[in-house]
């Protein structure tokens, strides 16, 4: 069952784009939920500097950032000839990293898909086995008891694991999504040299609120 699931997946879906999608998802059950409290911190810290000295005062500290997407929207602010582009670059990256995730989610969607069809691909062979034996009743019920064990199989394959687990990934792409448009628009209030009080008050929109 679990091989047959594997095999029709691999044969749909390139190699790398399924290896990449298993660490994705191996990463999530470890990965801490992102503090956006201290994300706006860290970004009013840098607008405490790129007010007086321009984004370019920033270079020294990008090593020193909390996420790998700040930097490099830092490094885009840097290189950008005005604020029309930074825009523009920021929001392509943006989007390649959600279209990036829901190619990650969409792999375990599929093989959620094919599971349950090769589950019941299982039982349909387990009782043409049966039916060889149809002249002794005690190995039909048996036999035929053991042939719906591969659609059972099939169906939890893909409805505890793996369609949970693309839902999973999109929760995630969703949440982090938000916290990359808290950055660009960090970014934005960096480069356009916004006072501090100013870049708090544009980014305490996107914290969550408390139940």
Known sequence: MLGGTFGVTLITTPRHALSRAVRELTALLWKPAEDRAA?????????????????????????????????????????????LELHSMLETKLHQ????????????????????TIGVLGTVVGLMNVLRLFS????????????????????????????PSAQRIRAYVAERFETQEMIVEG???????AYPALVRDRLKCFLRKEK
């Open 39 to 83: 994300l706006l911190e860290e970004i009013v810290a840098l607008s405490k500097i790129a007010r007086p000295k321009g984004v370019l005062g920033l270079e020294p500290l990008m090593g020193e950032t909390s996420q790998s997407f700040l930097r490099e929207s830092l490094q885009l602010a840097m290189d950008a000839r005005n604020r």
């Open 97 to 116: 990293a959600e279209k990036q995730g829901e190619t990650d989610a969409r792999v375990f969607e599929v093989a959620g898909g094919f599971a349950p």
């Open 136 to 163: 002794d009743m005690s190995s039909v019920a048996a036999g035929t008891g053991i042939a719906f064990v591969s659609t059972i199989y099939g169906l939890g394959l893909a409805n505890l694991l793996l369609l």
């Open 187 to 193: 970014t934005l209030c960096l480069f356009d040299g």
